[in-house]
């Protein structure tokens, strides 16, 4: 098994000096005018030192310099370097170090935060990847909790052996920091990666059902949905793999990014915007609105589905017309136990408010209560 | 809150004082106070109505023996009831270990700290594979009944079917937890029980009928070998080939006490094989000794269709060392099935641990030793007694260690001839009068147990109170 | 804090039982068929003509064996606060008297003339459950607290079919916390399970049970207090709105150590409820059953319980199997009937008096407990803002030792082993706090019991700051080192038999 590492050395600047994120070089200029010192290289090596004590000699494909192999001098690694070139200070770095490094790594470990992974997502789409936490915005599944951990987790992995350590699927999520800025959350899904599980050595005690396969839950779940409607209801689907297993029920291939419109017999459109949702809802006697939850936020409405419009969803009918599918893993790990909504319009936020059933499985949903953001 | 005078034999802290000391050290002025959680009016009003506390061991002893004493044992009687619950010699290896604390233990550990039992649990399952020939054995659930109902429910989610074949003389005990466990016709997943008519001239499964009632919508073919009836299914291996050609399940249930004389069923085509653990070391227990094992092929679409325990040797890190872990745990996961999610807890694992030990002991030999004298008692015994006058015994030489008697040309129901042998100190066979249209008949069960002099007297006795 | 020893367990390397004896070794004989019995030979399409490939071993082999794999099982021999399953010593006097003829040789068949002492045991140990609970009648049919949880749903669907409303009462609610059984054996019972979250309190709230219940609702199950030693204050509430929707509720009693003589199901307003025998009431649990979940409930449920129901009628106790709306059995027979001896002669044991003591002492020892624990850096109590004392058993999380070292709560539990300490128990899935751990005191240990157990998390804790791998190795003292996982999931690789392992890997 062989390990790609890009460390963006520029990930986190922001937090420590009160900016909201490091996305871009003008923040990267203005966070080091302000004092901050990075932090990821540091965090990557503490890392690796564990996973070099536990399993020495594990082969390494590094980014050059401050991307990488300057933060591993002197580990037990098996160390080749990725052909240098010149670092611009960017995302583009990442990108392209990754992208590089395609076809050579089973697994490729980076240190930085949302951003970082939504550039390895983009240059290596289907690549396992961990993140070794370093960023100021980290709602992406892909970091261990901690740099230690991660070291951990690797050790673990190796010693469990190449290719038989299973993935999980988690979300890329990214925050336009813009609008952080300015005071608003807005989690953003930019897709799906997967990330290898730690492996659970040991207690399955008393007879517990040992952890699922939630998103083979939901596809039948989805199935359950797409059983219980009738032949026109139109079903706006997404977006996010929860919601697409509807699309994916019907014998489609989701837009994962966007907004898709189906009924039973035909998909309508693809990645839809809000004129035409408008549009189709307008002309058909009954919707249904299928949608997934941000993890750890936990929106539904408002976040990255802004396509579906206040009007759109007043014309399907308001809260009864809506169908949410979420992992229970994904509930539990809700930072409070509760779904927002922010569609623009308070009073249709009020209306929404309320308990709603959400599918977790076939025959199986979990109260969840919706509030207005 | 309870008063404390006196230390009390199970608990450490009721020591005088030593809540006290502990209350002092939480900072808690009173034990009340650490029941602040529930509000005053949940708290039981009705006092409890208890008897009076038995503190001492020898009072506790006295009240338990003075009313164990008030029954009548299979040991001070001749026993011949059977039907689920057989009574078979214990051997008294089996007795000591699984009385062993360790083993009798409330706590579960890992597979490390509790490598022993573990151990344990993968011989139980490697040993009743070798005798029935498959490669996969779960730890056993709560009882014979239950495992046929968890594998009609796992052919079930195999084969996406929702009806099963079962043979017309089905032990009504196990059948009723069948029908619990294939769910009411009001509910969406509810699995049909189509009884599958016996050919009168057999007690066996009648082909013809079996052919007509097959057919793509049934998920399995279930019948047992003996049968509840005793019988045997003399060419069960038409009877898997024929639910194969239509592509169904075939579950068996199998005595494991006869396999060193039968087939085993991995040699005529089982799919899933059920069977009572109780045969296996474990005394009658008033019942409250029965679990039931689940067995199939070492393949995968079958693995993953366990509700339970499936241990598998694994290594560890100590080069050349073996240990034991649960496999296919993950398939537990409940909810992502498409028909039903069975579930799992407590059951019956101590009687694995019998039954390790017990095959243990027997070993090959003991198995095939223990068929013969069984089948050579059992038979022996149907000639005596059809030799009666009034007496019946039904398919007579087809049986293994049960069969039916009939004692309609007596004149007598079989609650008379039992209440009649009761006051000889025999215990007659089950009465079944209720659930055969075959008449007043019994259900006669013998085993090792039975010495040749003891059917003779059971004969004996049998043509006077006949009479 | 004093600093605790290490122990080594026995380690024989004791093979296989298949790798052990010879050709022609045995450990059981048989009598030899009298004379005058006939020889018998079965069918060839049914006569076995392989040898089954078992060991041959003589008795003393089996035996040494045997006993090897007993000591090679730690077993509670040192301190186990493994929550949720309430450790308890169980009492060697009901033991032995389980094991007496009087209740090993009996057949569940014969007369009930014959059986008097066990039905009158069974009868008096009703009647003692149903003082504790307030409910009518009690059956010991199911083989565990699962199986209780299935009577139940099986109840419900009688109950419910009896009404003509099965086919519209198809839901059966329960909260996230509750134990998986709950959810499990309702959705194998053809129920749609609706989960209700834990909400701010630390309990599923209210208006959740409001949204969720309605004219479809068949049943509701909860437990009370749940795995996180947090009591629902509102449940009185909770059965008011359950039975405004024409619900059943169930009091899953699993966590009743507690509670036990504080608390009435029935006075809560309860329709049914389940006592785990082989836990709370001091029967062992054997690793895995056989174990009991007694089911009581109501006189408007139970018609339906599963047959047969042991009545008295003047001094004379007998059966009652004749019960036509009876869901039918769940399992054969009555029950693990030397269980339900044991559990009788733990409550006779005990008597009222020792049964109130015992949940005083339970919650004293959690909250002592509690106590020490917080005293530790790197461990917290799951939800921190709920400061009143927890019930019986808290769950607690190693998130900081293991954000801050990377050992996690499967590596305490290997190590814990190492100083005689049973591994802990984790929590039930889902994991709602990050790197569980549930400990509970109960009445059986002592001070000093507590204290070593508390001792042995804090030294781990300091192995985990100063030696990771030290503890991510472990165990080190025990039978066998660290399974490798490889196999589990590998059809491979798996091997359930001896007879698997030989075919893949010899």
């Known amino acids: 098994m062989r390990l790609g590492v890009v460390i963006n050395p520029v990930a986190g600047l922001g937090g420590a000096v009160g900016l909201k994120g490091t996305d871009g070089r003008d923040i990267v200029t203005e966070a080091l005018r302000r004092g901050a010192e990075p932090q990821s290289g540091l965090r990557a090596r503490h890392a690796f030192e564990i996973l070099a004590r536990a399993c020495p000699g594990v082969s390494v494909l590094a980014?050059?310099?401050?991307?990488?192999?300057?933060?591993?001098?002197?580990?037990?690694?098996?160390?080749?370097?990725?052909?240098?070139?010149?670092?611009?200070?960017?995302?583009?770095?990442?990108?392209?170090?990754?992208?590089?490094?395609?076809?050579?790594?089973?697994?490729?470990?980076?240190?930085?935060?949302?951003?970082?992974?939504?550039?390895?997502?983009?240059?290596?789409p289907g690549l396992p990847m961990l993140g070794i936490p370093c960023g100021v915005k980290m709602h992406s599944g892909v970091f261990a909790l901690s740099p230690s951990t991660a070291g951990h987790l690797l050790a673990d992995l190796l010693a469990a052996g190449a290719g038989r350590s299973s993935l999980s699927e988690v979300e890329i999520m990214d925050i336009d920091e813009a609008a952080l800025r300015a005071g608003h959350i807005a989690p953003r899904l930019y897709g799906v990666a997967s990330v290898p599980s730690r492996p659970r050595r040991m207690q399955a005690a008393k007879g517990q059902p040992g952890p699922r396969d939630d998103q083979a839950a939901l596809a039948l779940a989805a199935q359950e949905i797409v059983a219980g409607v009738s032949s026109d209801t139109l079903l706006i689907v997404g977006p996010g793999r929860s919601a697409g297993q509807v699309i994916s029920a019907l014998g489609h291939v989701p837009t994962l990014l966007g907004v898709d419109a189906v009924t039973p017999g035909a998909l309508i459109a693809q990645d839809a915007c809000a004129e035409t949702l408008k549009a189709l809802v307008a002309q058909t006697s009954e919707t249904r609105i299928v949608l997934g939850v941000t993890g750890q936020q936990g929106f539904v409405l408002g976040r990255g589905n802004q396509q579906i419009h206040a009007d759109v969803i007043r014309a399907a009918g308001g809260r009864g017309a809506l169908e949410i599918l979420a992992t229970r893993t994904k509930l539990a790990a809700l930072a409070q136990p509760c779904l927002w909504v922010d569609t623009g319009c308070a009073a249709l936020d009020q209306s929404l408010s309320g308990y709603v059933r959400v599918r977790t499985g076939p025959g199986e949903t979990q109260m969840m209560r919706i509030r207005a953001a | 809150m309870a008063l404390n005078n006196t230390g009390h034999p199970w608990m450490a802290l009721s020591a005088p004082g030593a809540i006290e000391d502990m209350l002092a050290e939480i900072g808690a002025s009173s034990v009340k106070d650490l029941f602040a959680q529930i509000p005053e009016d949940h708290f039981r009003k009705a006092p409890l109505d208890l008897p009076p506390q038995l503190a001492s061991e020898m009072a506790l002893k006295q009240d338990l023996l003075g009313k164990l004493k008030k029954n009548h044992t299979c040991e001070d009687n001749l026993n011949f009831l059977g039907a689920g619950v057989w009574q078979h010699h214990v051997p008294a290896v089996v007795d000591e270990i699984v009385g062993r604390t360790e083993f009798a233990t409330?706590?579960?550990?890992?597979?490390?700290?509790?490598?022993?039992?573990?151990?344990?649990?993968?011989?139980?399952?490697?040993?009743?594979?070798?005798?029935?020939?498959?490669?996969?054995?779960?730890?056993?659930?709560?009882?014979?009944?239950?495992?046929?109902?968890?594998?009609?429910?796992?052919?079930?989610?195999?084969?996406?079917?929702?009806?099963?074949?079962?043979?017309?003389?089905?032990d009504p005990e196990r059948l009723s937890v069948i029908h619990t466990y294939c769910q009411p016709s009001e509910m969406e997943n509810h699995i049909e029980v189509v009884e599958v008519k016996a050919d009168p001239a057999t007690g066996q499964i009648d082909m013809g009928d079996l052919r007509d009632k097959l057919g793509p919508n049934v998920a399995a073919v279930y019948f047992e070998?003996?049968?509840?009836?005793?019988?045997?299914?003399?060419?069960?291996?038409?009877?898997?080939?024929?639910?194969?050609?239509?592509?169904?399940?075939?579950?068996?249930?199998?005595?494991?006490?006869?396999?060193?004389?039968?087939?085993?069923?991995?040699?005529?085509?089982?799919?899933?094989?059920?069977?009572?653990?109780?045969?296996?070391?474990?005394?009658?227990?008033?019942?409250?000794?029965?679990?039931?094992?689940?067995?199939?092929?070492?393949?995968?679409?079958?693995?993953?269709?366990?509700?339970?325990?499936?241990?598998?040797?694994?290594?560890?890190?100590?080069?050349?060392?073996?240990?034991?872990?649960?496999?296919?745990?993950?398939?537990?996961?409940?909810?992502?099935?498409?028909?039903?999610?069975?579930?799992?807890?407590?059951?019956?694992?101590?009687?694995?641990?019998?039954?390790?030990?017990?095959?243990?002991?027997?070993?090959?030999?003991?198995?095939?030793?223990?068929?013969?004298?069984?089948?050579?008692?059992?038979?022996?015994?149907?000639?005596?007694?059809?030799?009666?006058?009034?007496?019946?015994?039904?398919w007579r030489d087809t049986t293994f260690k049960e069969f039916v008697v009939n004692f309609d040309d007596t004149g007598k129901t079989v609650a008379e001839i039992n209440d009649a042998l009761r006051a000889r100190r025999i215990f007659g066979g089950k009465d079944i009068s209720h659930e055969l249209e075959q008449g007043q008949c019994a259900l006669y069960c013998v085993t090792e147990m039975h010495s040749a002099a003891d059917l003779r007297h059971l004969a004996a006795t049998l043509t006077e109170v006949c009479k | 804090m004093t600093t605790p020893r290490e122990i080594q367990t026995a380690r024989w390397n004791e093979p296989v039982i298949h790798q052990l004896g010879r050709e022609g070794a045995r450990g059981q004989r048989f009598p030899a068929p009298e004379a005058e019995l006939p020889r018998v030979t079965l069918p060839e399409s049914i006569m076995r003509t392989d040898r089954p490939d078992l060991p041959e071993l003589t008795e003393f082999?089996?035996?040494?064996?045997?006993?090897?794999?007993?000591?090679?099982?730690?077993?509670?021999?040192?301190?186990?606060?493994?929550?949720?399953?309430?450790?308890?010593?169980?009492?060697?006097?009901?033991?032995?008297?389980?094991?007496?003829?009087?209740?090993?040789?009996?057949?569940?068949?014969?007369?009930?003339?014959?059986?008097?002492?066990?039905?009158?045991?069974?009868?008096?140990?009703?009647?003692?459950?149903?003082?504790?609970?307030?409910?009518?009648?009690?059956?010991?049919?199911?083989?565990?607290?699962?199986?209780?949880?299935?009577?139940?749903?099986?109840?419900?669907?009688?109950?419910?079919?009896?009404?003509?409303?099965?086919?519209?009462?198809?839901?059966?609610?329960?909260?996230?916390?509750?134990?998986?059984?709950?959810?499990?054996?309702?959705?194998a019972a053809g129920f749609k399970v609706v989960n209700l979250p834990l909400e701010e309190n630390g309990y599923p709230s209210l208006d959740a049970l409001k949204a969720a219940v309605s004219e479809r609702t068949a049943l509701v199950m909860i437990n009370n207090p749940d795995d996180m030693g947090i009591y629902n204050p509102e449940i009185k509430e909770w059965v008011r709105v359950a039975k405004e929707a024409g619900a059943l509720i169930f009091y899953d009693h699993a966590n009743f150590n507690g509670v036990m003589g504080k608390l009435s199901a029935r006075e809560l307003g309860f329709d049914a409820c389940m006592f785990m025998l082989h836990k709370t009431f001091g029967a062992p649990k054997a690793g895995g059953g056989p174990a009991v979940g007694a089911y009581g409930c109501t006189d408007q449920l139970a018609p339906y319980m599963p047959?047969?129901?042991?009545?008295?009628?003047?001094?004379?106790?007998?059966?009652?199997?004749?019960?036509?709306?009876?869901?039918?059995?769940?399992?054969?027979?009555?029950?693990?009937?030397?269980?339900?001896?044991?559990?009788?002669a733990w409550a006779r044991g005990m008597g009222?008096?020792?049964?109130?003591?015992?949940?005083?002492?339970?919650?004293?020892?959690?909250?002592?407990?509690?106590?020490?624990?917080?005293?530790?850096?790197?461990?917290?109590?799951?939800?921190?803002?709920?400061?009143a004392p927890r019930m019986e058993m808290t769950r607690w999380s190693l998130a900081p030792v293991f954000e801050e070292t990377g050992v996690g709560t499967f590596d305490f539990a290997n190590r814990m082993a190492d100083y005689g300490i049973d591994p802990w128990w984790m929590s039930h899935e889902p994991w709602l706090v990050p790197e569980p751990f549930t400990p509970e005191a109960g009445e059986l240990w002592s001070k000093a019991d507590i204290d070593l157990w508390i001792d042995v998390v804090a030294q781990i804790v300091r192995e985990a700051r100063e030696t990771p791998d030290l503890v991510k190795s472990a165990p080190h003292n025990q039978p066998v080192a660290q399974l490798k996982g490889d196999v589990f999931e590998d059809p491979e690789k798996w091997a359930m038999t001896w007879r698997a392992y030989l075919r893949k890997f010899a």
């Not at chain 3, 199911?142 to 749903?153: R, V």
């Not at chain 3, 709306?325 to 009555?334: V, Y």
């Not at chain 3, 949940?359 to 509690?370: G, K, L, Q, R, T």
């Open chain 1, 63 to 124: 980014g050059p310099g401050q991307a990488g192999v300057d933060w591993l001098t002197g580990l037990d690694l098996d160390v080749q370097i990725l052909p240098a070139q010149p670092l611009l200070g960017t995302g583009a770095d990442t990108r392209e170090m990754v992208a590089a490094m395609r076809g050579q790594i089973d697994l490729i470990v980076f240190a930085g935060g949302d951003g970082t992974a939504r550039d390895v997502l983009a240059a290596a």
């Open chain 2, 106 to 170: 409330n706590v579960w550990g890992s597979y490390q700290s509790d490598h022993g039992r573990n151990q344990a649990w993968f011989e139980f399952s490697s040993q009743l594979g070798a005798l029935l020939k498959l490669d996969v054995v779960q730890l056993p659930v709560y009882s014979w009944g239950c495992a046929i109902g968890h594998a009609i429910r796992m052919a079930q989610r195999l084969t996406g079917r929702s009806r099963v074949l079962v043979p017309q003389y089905c």
């Open chain 2, 225 to 394: 070998n003996p049968a509840y009836l005793g019988t045997i299914e003399t060419n069960p291996a038409d009877i898997s080939a024929a639910a194969r050609a239509c592509g169904a399940e075939t579950i068996v249930g199998v005595d494991p006490l006869s396999l060193g004389v039968m087939m085993a069923p991995g040699d005529y085509g089982a799919d899933i094989v059920t069977g009572p653990v109780q045969p296996l070391g474990v005394h009658m227990n008033c019942g409250g000794g029965v679990g039931g094992f689940i067995a199939s092929r070492d393949e995968e679409r079958y693995v993953r269709e366990y509700n339970g325990f499936l241990v598998s040797i694994a290594q560890t890190q100590r080069e050349g060392e073996f240990g034991f872990g649960l496999a296919a745990a993950h398939q537990n996961s409940y909810g992502s099935r498409e028909h039903g999610k069975d579930w799992t807890g407590n059951s019956t694992y101590l009687w694995a641990i019998a039954g390790a030990v017990y095959m243990g002991l027997l070993g090959p030999e003991g198995f095939r030793e223990l068929g013969q004298l069984i089948l050579s008692r059992a038979r022996y015994a149907q000639a005596l007694l059809d030799d009666i006058p009034g007496v019946r015994v039904l």
């Open chain 3, 61 to 187: 082999e089996v035996q040494r064996h045997f006993l090897h794999l007993s000591q090679m099982t730690l077993g509670m021999m040192g301190v186990s606060l493994f929550g949720t399953c309430t450790m308890k010593y169980n009492s060697k006097t009901a033991e032995y008297a389980t094991l007496r003829p009087e209740l090993a040789e009996i057949h569940p068949y014969q007369h009930p003339d014959t059986l008097q002492g066990v039905l009158e045991i069974l009868h008096d140990f009703d009647l003692i459950l149903r003082s504790l609970s307030g409910m009518d009648q009690f059956v010991f049919q199911a083989g565990g607290g699962a199986d209780a949880a299935y009577t139940m749903t099986a109840v419900a669907r009688a109950y419910w079919a009896d009404r003509g409303e099965l086919e519209t009462r198809t839901e059966m609610v329960t909260s996230i916390q509750a134990h998986p059984c709950n959810p499990a054996t309702a959705a």
């Open chain 3, 307 to 344: 047959a047969p129901l042991v009545v008295k009628t003047g001094d004379r106790y007998a059966l009652d199997d004749d019960r036509p709306k009876s869901c039918g059995k769940i399992r054969e027979f009555w029950g693990n009937v030397p269980q339900v001896v044991k559990a009788y």
């Open chain 3, 352 to 387: 009222a008096e020792g049964i109130d003591l015992a949940s005083d002492i339970s919650v004293v020892a959690n909250n002592y407990m509690d106590h020490r624990l917080a005293q530790i850096d790197g461990v917290v109590r799951s939800n921190p803002d709920i400061t």
